[in-house]
């Protein structure tokens, strides 16, 4: 067993606060509860039907409860269970603000990566549970929702746990249904289960308020998700390929049951023939600017304003307008909304807290961006931005990572196409897995002297790989009174609607932000579009 240890009471502490934050999310105030069962199955316990109830301010009125019951790790013990159901001052359940699930690998079951991609998919968050020395042999999985979900008759579940445990695809239903807090071992029939700390779940230093708000669970989502998963004959192919969507899993298995229901046959003949359509368009964080799922890197000489620029979307990217609002901009083209519902997370290697908050203030008056993350480049001892990002996979939907500027992220010489190359394979992967723009901020060599966006493309300082690596380079210079901004490199069709040409902008150093000079004053040295190169051939 595990002793309670100063590091397991502020794990506990957070978790409560987490929940706490997540209740008050979808309107609910009252108390939950710490229980031990009346029964000894699934989990042993030496005092049976325990209850302590608690509010938002009695945190350390529940770690002392704990340490009571626990016996500081030593058997008999009863480590207690947390009921997350929200109750009134007449103990009348009313509901919760989060959707939660235990799984455990059990016997020779083996933890599989592919079991957290589902849950990461259906919007929760999720962290390994060790038993004894055996580390990953389960998931602890905790979702956020937006409005109170109602209480079923076990008392100690809402609706949601069911489906996404069954999703996570774990064969420990007697477990699935219970709360087990961070920092503690409890005793089942199948071994001790620990989640060691809370942190993994939700990061220290993160804010939690914002984390809460950006990460949610659609309810009607988990309900259509366990359908498929099933309808799928709970296959892990079949269910990443065909999606979620009830409505084409009749026309989805039809290729399926074709190949006798065998899923090593049906992934062997070509299985994408009978995925519903792709998608005919490219998708766009800034439409014409910046694609989701690569790599854009912002390249400009000194004075052009990039860090603004950068900071500036990531914090228009994390507000969420109301309908009557107008669109907002970025370099003169709109920014795609539907494309902008998870945190939006700014490194700044740079620029110091107040710097930032300072521009921020002036992007964000109001403090409205609520799923901005802000960072510096500690990432603790032997740690870079590549193992960072790997514990922010577990984040089920970001929409935006900003780095500002490169060199202050990299492990070593900016000129060591080693070092970069091993910098781009960490950002790369994250872009690509979680399908979110990457934005790069890069200097240029000194002295440069730009006359053309498609100069910068050979400027970027240090190594070819700053060059090779980027699907996209936004090149940026001054010229006079006016900034010029364009694409220096591009690997995207123009069909796919990325701009062409050079755009010319006004400062406007008081909001921080660069005005596109309207009509074709703004634009220069654009390609033809599709009705001038009609009305030529029409005159030839």
């Not at 087990?180 to 071992?185: K, M, V, W």
């Not at 090779?468 to 090149?475: A, E, F, N, Q, Y």
Request: charged share 25%.
């Amino acid at each position: 067993m595990t002793e309670f240890t100063d590091i397991s009471a502020k794990s506990i502490k957070h978790e409560l606060e987490t929940l706490w934050a997540a209740h008050a999310q979808a309107g609910l105030k009252g108390q939950m509860s710490l229980f031990s069962q009346t029964i000894q199955e699934p989990w042993r316990s030496k005092d049976p039907g325990v209850i302590f109830w608690f509010g938002p301010d009695d945190s350390d009125k529940v770690i002392e409860e704990i340490k009571k019951y626990y016996n500081d790790g030593k058997l008999p013990n009863t480590p207690l269970l947390l009921n997350p159901i929200v109750h009134d001052e007449n103990k009348k359940a009313l509901g919760s603000g989060v959707v939660w699930a235990t799984g455990f690998a059990l016997g020779v079951d083996r933890l599989h990566e592919n079991q957290r991609e589902r849950v990461s998919g259906l919007g929760a968050l999720s962290c390994y549970f060790d038993r004894g020395d055996v580390k990953q042999v389960g998931l602890k999985m905790l979702g956020f929702v937006k409005k109170a979900l109602p209480p079923l008759e076990d008392g100690i579940t809402v609706a949601g746990c069911h489906e996404l445990y069954d999703v996570s695809g774990f064969k420990s239903e007697e477990y699935g249904r219970f709360y087990l807090l961070s920092g503690i071992s409890y005793l089942g029939k199948h071994g001790s289960f620990r989640q060691p700390n809370f942190f993994d779940l939700v990061p220290e230093g993160t804010e939690i308020k914002k984390i809460v708000a950006s990460q949610k669970v659609d309810p009607k989502f988990l309900a259509d998700a366990s359908f498929c998963w099933n309808a799928y004959d709970r296959h892990h192919s079949l269910y990443i390929k065909f999606g979620v969507d009830p409505a084409k899993v009749e026309n989805n298995l039809k290729f399926y049951n074709l190949c006798a229901r065998d899923i090593e046959l049906f992934d062997a003949t070509g299985a994408k023939h009978a995925h519903a359509e792709t998608k005919a368009e490219f998708d766009f964080l800034v439409k014409g600017w910046i694609p989701r799922g690569a790599i854009c890197v912002v390249g400009a000489t000194g004075g052009t304003g990039k860090s603004s620029l950068a900071h500036n979307l990531a914090v228009k990217a994390a507000i969420d307008y109301r309908p009557d609002e107008p669109r907002p901009t970025w370099l003169g083209s709109e920014i795609d909304l539907k494309n902008c519902k998870g945190l939006c997370i700014y490194f700044s290697g740079e620029d110091g807290p107040a710097i930032v908050h300072a521009r921020a203030k002036v992007f964000d008056p109001e403090g409205r961006a609520n799923r901005v993350m802000f960072q510096r480049t500690d990432f603790g001892e032997g740690g870079t931005i590549g193992t960072f990002l790997k514990k922010l996979m577990k984040l089920p939907d970001v929409s935006l990572i900003v780095i500002d500027p490169a060199r202050k992220y990299l492990t070593g010489d900016e000129n060591d196409a080693g070092v970069v190359s091993e910098f781009f394979e960490a950002i790369e992967e994250f872009a690509i897995r979680k399908h979110a723009a990457m934005v790069v901020v890069h200097h240029l060599v000194k002295g440069a002297k730009v006359k053309h966006v498609s100069e910068i493309y050979d400027l970027l300082r240090g190594s070819q790989v700053f060059i090779d690596r980027p699907r996209v380079v936004v090149g940026m210079y001054n010229e006079g009174q006016y900034t010029v901004a364009g694409l220096s490199k591009n690997n995207i069709p123009p069909q796919m609607g990325m701009i062409q040409g050079e755009r010319l902008y006004v400062r406007d150093a008081a909001r921080l932000e660069l005005v596109l000079v309207p009509g074709e004053k703004g634009i220069r040295n654009a390609n033809l579009t599709e009705e001038e190169i009609e009305a030529l051939k029409s005159q030839s």
